[in-house]
């Protein structure tokens, strides 16, 4: 854990092909100590990545093992630690790869819970000792909550009240994660945890967990997009977009969006973590972004990493030079890509567009850059 016990900076990395050595020397050149790695859109050797298949897991695909491992290594040459982040579990397969269809298997079948312990398992044991590797981030972005009767960013009260109604079941967040925790601790005693809060990681998720759970080595995660319905893609086919700074629809209710909105947001997980005795070295924001073309975008940015920074939390920005979705690729600055970004999507060649320094990208690299 000593590498978490300084706040670190660092970028997702969500892409097609996977990264090689000059990608990472890139990010690190800007100042990034960590990069959180997904690997799913990565061609598979067979259905799903890494796990031959979400629907029946039976052991790593050892090609695409060969494939992570390489990537690791080229990480780690240039300088980053590596946080691996799956996209997909057993019973969970990532929705673009899906049909654009939430699975919710894992929520709803425990044999999941299972197969999902048996790939961590699988998974640490193979990769414990790489020196790249700084965290397991158990799963992206899970939902157990969306068919269980919670409503997204509901109250406080509301969701204390609802956890009860669910403890012990398929719905179960913290029991799963024990579950999966235990899996990985037969194997790998060492290797840091990251576990990301419900309601698709949002930092008012963590509220209704009763306390911290057991293992010393865990690091909690939260995503910042709030408010979604302003700093999301569909906004700008608006014929209105949403602004930021300003009034924008949040909970089913209309409010006032701004730096002081965005800390007063960040702030739950820093107090669920306080009153449960949890340091603030161990709460990372794994993901934050807005639509780079958004007017605001860049006082979006920096509203929400003044937060961070002031607060002293690792973060990680979405997204570092992603080669399939540009919309969160700061260093393009507004300008739309061209039909050569989009042609070596669709013939599978490596992306073509070079990067730079742009005022978008200011407020990330600027706080990269300090010491």
Known sequence: MTFWEQPQRGGNSFNRLPPDRAYFAALHGYGATWVRLAYDKWRPAQRDFLLG???HYQGLVQS?????KATL?????????????????????????????FDDRLWQDRRYWTQAAAFWRDLAR????????AAYNL???????????????????????WYPRVSGSTHDLPAFYRQVIAAIREVDPHTPIMLDAGWYAAADSFVYWPTALEDARLLYSVHMYEPYAATSAPNLKRATPYPYPG??????????WDAQRVGHYLQQPLDWAHTRGI??????VGEFGCIRQLTGCKQYLEDVLGTLEEQGLHWAFY???EDSWDAMDYELGTAKVPWSYWQAIEQLLPDPLKRQATPEFEPIRRRLQQP
């Not at 193979?126 to 590797?133: A, I, N, Q, S, Y």
């Not at 340091?279 to 990372?284: A, T």
């Open 53 to 55: 298949t979400a629907d």
């Open 126 to 133: 193979v990769l414990k000792d790489h020196p790249g590797v």
């Open 64 to 68: 695409d093992l060969d494939t992570l």
């Open 73 to 101: 290594d080229h990480a780690a040459q240039a300088g980053l630690k590596v946080v691996i982040s799956p996209l997909s579990l057993p019973g969970a397969r990532w929705r673009q790869n899906n049909g654009d269809q």
């Open 319 to 321: 997204a570092f030079r």
């Open 279 to 284: 340091p603030r070295s161990r709460l990372v």
């Open 139 to 161: 799963i992206n972005e899970p939902a157990p909550e969306r068919s269980a009767g919670l409503a997204e960013h509901a109250d406080a009260d509301t969701q204390r009240a």
């Open 247 to 256: 009034t924008v629809p949040f909970a089913e209710r209309e409010e006032q």
